[in-house]
């Protein structure tokens, strides 16, 4: 299947074809015919699959075809609203991209940049509107911006603007919209929450899938290897310089974490640079660019700055620190692997992260092995301040046959028996002679997360 079956107008088809496009991802042949059509859409899928382009296409053509008209002159007619600065630079350039041959005006508003730069573009007038919630809102506030006109919404990655506290913006901002509009909601993950928003601002929308929300691309090979805390920093320069990986991105949990790591890569003479929320907009933009280009072999981020960060070529995701969430690391290894592309993705597992391991596995549904890599020890040391979480430690974790085979000398196997579990039925550390508690402590408590991830049904999906 091609693009040419979606009805697009044949400006778009050229721009299309000018970008070097010319075979849809799943999420687009779901998502376009319908979003051309007018309906309403609920999209969910993993990050990397072709979201932005789902959405821009149809925006493009309602507006070019002069179906989104209206009679206010300057005023816009689609607003895209984005958790980051990163991801309204990504949409503003896909409507660059796929708009070549169109006459529409853009503007992207993000929290970072000069308030009277903003002003001034949209006092020249926009049909499309890329925001964050934060800044648009101040722009209301200013009123520097008129939203009466708006046609079409999107909401683009909701699961992270929720995540981000952004929920109260967004609902008064779509307050201040017209209700007549063609409202589009894009996800990688579709909790109870996102579920109650769409039905406040959705009618009869049409709820588009692809994949199973709790998985990786199948093109990522995960990778999980013993690293004491201490010795993480170790750990990362000895695997970037072993597998001579050249475009790697390294998560952090913390921006504290992230400017530690690149300092010390820059000492070792990798270049590498940070991004995180205390960047200034154009640090941001010049690592990322930096990124792109070559001139980093390595960007260290955190969860919020990577969102947006469309870079294609990563050969490796590192998660340096384990997320917290199970979501997050979809989010994260899906970095890589892209566009039908192959790409690893490493994690190093520490004692005191292994609950958030649990948590991964219980939410992708499968083990893993967490082994040494090879022909790395850790400094004395260091290894004494942290136990190891060996293979042996860890021996019920198996992981499928085609997750080692990237990794043969790591000698991990396949198989799903788990040799952890006790006659109770429980697994995990607890249950392992090296995690026994000492007399007198008290057992880590493992809260149970309020996540919107224990239900894999799509049970009530069709009333959304």
Same mark, same amino acid.
Request: charged content about 20%.
């Given at each position: 299947?091609? @693009?040419?079956?979606?009805?697009?107008?044949?400006?778009?088809?050229?721009?299309? +074809?000018?970008? *070097? %496009?010319t075979?849809?991802?799943?999420?687009? !042949?779901?998502?376009?015919?319908p979003?051309?059509?007018?309906?309403?859409? !609920?999209?969910?899928?993993?990050?990397?699959?072709?979201?932005?382009?789902?959405?821009?296409?149809?925006?493009l053509?309602?507006?070019?075809?002069g179906?989104?008209?209206?009679?206010?002159?300057?005023?816009?007619?689609?607003?895209?609203?984005?958790?980051?600065?990163?991801?309204?630079?990504?949409?503003?350039?896909?409507?660059?991209?796929?708009g070549k041959f #169109?006459?529409l005006?853009?503007?992207?508003?993000? *929290?970072?940049?000069? &308030?009277?730069q903003?002003?001034?573009?949209?006092?020249? *007038?926009?049909?499309?509107?890329?925001?964050?919630?934060?800044r648009?809102l101040?722009?209301?506030?200013?009123?520097?911006?008129?939203?009466?006109? !708006?046609?079409?919404?999107v909401?683009?990655?909701?699961?992270r603007?929720?995540?981000m506290? @952004?929920?109260?913006?967004?609902?008064?901002?779509?307050?201040?919209?017209?209700?007549?509009?063609q409202?589009?909601?894009?996800s990688?993950?579709?909790?109870a929450?996102?579920?109650?928003?769409?039905?406040?601002?959705?009618?009869?929308p049409?709820? #588009?899938q692809? *994949?199973?929300?709790?998985n990786?691309?199948?093109?990522?090979?995960?990778?999980?290897?013993?690293?004491?805390?201490? /010795?993480?920093?170790?750990?990362?320069?000895?695997?970037?310089?072993?597998?001579? &990986?050249?475009?790697?991105?390294? @998560?952090?949990?913390?921006?504290?974490?992230?400017?530690?790591?690149?300092?010390?890569?820059?000492?070792?003479?990798?270049?590498?640079?940070?991004?995180?929320?205390?960047?200034t907009?154009?640090?941001?933009?010049?690592?990322?660019?930096?990124?792109?280009?070559?001139?980093?072999?390595?960007?260290v981020a955190?969860?919020?700055?990577?969102?947006?960060?469309? #870079?294609?070529g990563?050969?490796?995701?590192i998660?340096?620190d384990?997320?917290? %969430?199970?979501?997050?690391?979809?989010?994260? !290894?899906?970095?890589?692997?892209r566009?039908?592309a192959?790409?690893?993705?490493?994690?190093?597992?520490?004692?005191?992260?292994?609950?958030?391991?649990?948590?991964?596995?219980?939410?992708?549904?499968?083990?893993? &092995?967490?082994?040494?890599?090879?022909? @790395?020890?850790?400094?004395?040391?260091?290894?004494?301040?942290?136990?190891?979480?060996?293979?042996s430690?860890?021996?019920?974790?198996t992981?499928?046959?085609?997750?080692?085979?990237?990794?043969?000398?790591?000698?991990?196997?396949?198989?799903?028996d788990?040799?952890?579990?006790?006659?109770?039925?429980?697994? +995990?550390?607890?249950?392992?002679?090296?995690?026994?508690?000492?007399?007198?402590?008290?057992?880590?408590?493992?809260?149970?997360?309020?996540?919107?991830?224990?239900?894999? /049904?799509?049970?009530?999906? /069709?009333?959304?």
């Amino acid at each position: 299947m091609g @693009f040419t079956t979606f009805g697009l107008s044949d400006h778009i088809m050229k721009g299309i +074809g000018a970008a *070097g %496009y010319t075979v849809p991802t799943p999420i687009q !042949i779901l998502a376009i015919e319908p979003a051309v059509a007018g309906r309403d859409i !609920i999209a969910c899928a993993q990050t990397g699959t072709g979201k932005t382009a789902a959405f821009v296409l149809p925006i493009l053509h309602h507006l070019a075809s002069g179906t989104g008209t209206h009679s206010g002159g300057k005023l816009p007619r689609a607003l895209v609203l984005t958790p980051t600065l990163e991801l309204c630079q990504q949409v503003q350039q896909a409507v660059a991209k796929y708009g070549k041959f #169109v006459s529409l005006r853009s503007t992207s508003i993000y *929290g970072g940049a000069g &308030m009277e730069q903003q002003i001034k573009a949209l006092r020249r *007038g926009a049909d499309i509107i890329v925001a964050t919630p934060g800044r648009l809102l101040d722009h209301m506030q200013r009123k520097t911006v008129d939203l009466s006109g !708006i046609r079409i919404l999107v909401l683009d990655e909701a699961d992270r603007m929720l995540d981000m506290g @952004f929920i109260n913006d967004v609902r008064k901002i779509i307050a201040a919209i017209p209700s007549q509009r063609q409202t589009m909601l894009f996800s990688a993950t579709i909790s109870a929450d996102i579920k109650t928003l769409a039905a406040n601002i959705l009618r009869d929308p049409q709820t #588009v899938q692809v *994949g199973e929300r709790r998985n990786p691309a199948e093109t990522i090979v995960q990778h999980f290897y013993n690293a004491p805390q201490g /010795s993480k920093i170790d750990l990362l320069v000895h695997a970037l310089e072993a597998e001579h &990986m050249q475009s790697v991105l390294v @998560f952090s949990r913390t921006k504290h974490g992230a400017d530690k790591i690149s300092r010390r890569l820059e000492r070792t003479g990798i270049a590498s640079a940070a991004i995180h929320s205390n960047r200034t907009q154009s640090q941001r933009e010049k690592a990322l660019e930096g990124f792109k280009e070559g001139k980093f072999r390595v960007l260290v981020a955190t969860d919020i700055a990577a969102r947006g960060i469309d #870079v294609s070529g990563i050969s490796h995701v590192i998660n340096y620190d384990i997320p917290q %969430y199970p979501e997050d690391y979809i989010h994260r !290894i899906g970095r890589t692997g892209r566009a039908g592309a192959s790409g690893d993705a490493i994690t190093f597992v520490s004692r005191e992260e292994l609950q958030y391991l649990t948590r991964i596995e219980k939410f992708v549904g499968k083990r893993y &092995m967490v082994n040494a890599y090879p022909g @790395f020890t850790a400094a004395p040391q260091q290894a004494h301040t942290s136990a190891n979480v060996s293979s042996s430690s860890r021996s019920g974790r198996t992981v499928p046959q085609h997750d080692n085979k990237r990794h043969p000398q790591s000698g991990r196997t396949g198989g799903h028996d788990d040799k952890r579990r006790t006659q109770s039925g429980r697994t +995990g550390p607890q249950n392992d002679k090296r995690y026994t508690p000492q007399a007198g402590r008290k057992k880590p408590e493992h809260k149970k997360m309020d996540s919107y991830s224990s239900d894999s /049904s799509n049970a009530g999906w /069709s009333n959304y």
